[in-house]
């Protein structure tokens, strides 16, 4: 992919989404993760500047690093345009196509789609050092085989939940197991027992995957009967309350 040539004085700050660039960022991506399906030669993207200016855009995807750049990716995907001006209140689609490459095909296959927003230079003299802000949001690309056992729905109420001792001794942990072929991503996750709750950490178990969820305000086991609570989110974005018991 091109690569947007660095700008003179100017410091170069790249902010990933999740936290404060999505609030601040002009160019916002529709939607909060992208499905693509296997049978399809190309999804879109939509992108649009909810700004008050004319942004550059630079798009890739890579294979889970924070630190990949467009010239270090090695995902299976082309976008076009990689690279865009996009003006104030006007919006861009970005075309996403699969080169081919082998991918397993009895589950899904994740990876992540990252804008960078470039903000027009200030107007300034030739001397004059600014420091400019460029905005990187990321979301989740699920590449997903055709003929699947079972769909994505029906992944979230089959995930198989224990409570156990932490890897590194220190307390306890959520332990999730994922038997199914999709993705599944938690958020709000608690354990409930006794009118008490105990938070852990939002994230994804993938197809397969034995992940753990540390509690670091449980210091003790619960008596019998506890529960688990938390919210997956579906292809649309949506969160999805699910409540479940915990294997024994």
């Given at each position: 992919m091109?690569?947007?040539?660095?700008f003179k004085q100017m410091l170069l700050a790249?902010?990933?989404?999740?936290?404060?660039?999505?609030?601040?960022?002009?160019?916002?991506?529709?939607?909060?993760r992208v499905i693509y399906p296997a049978d399809q030669k190309e999804v879109t993207v939509k992108l649009?500047?909810?700004?008050?200016?004319?942004?550059?855009?630079?798009?890739?995807?890579?294979?889970?690093?924070v630190e990949s750049t467009p010239t270090s990716s090695k995902a299976p995907f082309l976008l076009s345009p990689p690279v865009a001006r996009i003006d104030p209140t006007k919006g861009q689609s970005l075309r996403v196509l699969f080169t081919g490459t082998a991918l397993p095909q009895d589950k899904e296959s994740v990876f992540w789609l990252n804008?960078?927003?470039?903000?027009?230079?200030?107007?300034?003299?030739?001397d004059v050092n600014t420091l400019q802000m460029a905005f990187r949001s990321r979301i989740k690309l699920f590449y997903r085989p055709t003929g699947l056992a079972g769909t994505a729905s029906e992944a979230i109420e089959q995930v198989q939940w224990q409570l156990v001792?932490?890897?590194?001794?220190?307390?306890?942990?959520?332990?999730?197991?994922?038997?199914?072929?999709?993705?599944?991503?938690?958020?709000?996750?608690?354990?409930?027992?006794?009118?008490?709750?105990?938070?852990?950490?939002?994230?994804?178990?993938?197809?397969?995957?034995?992940?753990?969820?540390p509690l670091p305000t449980l210091k003790t086991r619960p008596a019998p009967g506890a529960q688990v609570e938390f919210s997956a989110i579906n292809d649309y974005g949506a969160l999805i309350p699910t409540r479940t018991a915990l294997k024994p």
């Amino acid at each position: 992919m091109p690569c947007i040539l660095p700008f003179k004085q100017m410091l170069l700050a790249s902010l990933v989404a999740f936290g404060c660039s999505q609030a601040l960022a002009g160019v916002v991506i529709t939607g909060t993760r992208v499905i693509y399906p296997a049978d399809q030669k190309e999804v879109t993207v939509k992108l649009n500047n909810n700004g008050t200016q004319p942004a550059l855009m630079q798009a890739w995807i890579d294979t889970g690093s924070v630190e990949s750049t467009p010239t270090s990716s090695k995902a299976p995907f082309l976008l076009s345009p990689p690279v865009a001006r996009i003006d104030p209140t006007k919006g861009q689609s970005l075309r996403v196509l699969f080169t081919g490459t082998a991918l397993p095909q009895d589950k899904e296959s994740v990876f992540w789609l990252n804008v960078l927003e470039i903000p027009p230079k200030p107007e300034a003299g030739a001397d004059v050092n600014t420091l400019q802000m460029a905005f990187r949001s990321r979301i989740k690309l699920f590449y997903r085989p055709t003929g699947l056992a079972g769909t994505a729905s029906e992944a979230i109420e089959q995930v198989q939940w224990q409570l156990v001792t932490a890897r590194d001794g220190q307390g306890l942990a959520l332990q999730a197991f994922n038997p199914s072929a999709f993705h599944v991503s938690l958020v709000e996750l608690d354990l409930v027992a006794g009118g008490h709750r105990a938070r852990s950490e939002d994230g994804m178990v993938g197809p397969g995957q034995t992940r753990q969820f540390p509690l670091p305000t449980l210091k003790t086991r619960p008596a019998p009967g506890a529960q688990v609570e938390f919210s997956a989110i579906n292809d649309y974005g949506a969160l999805i309350p699910t409540r479940t018991a915990l294997k024994p």
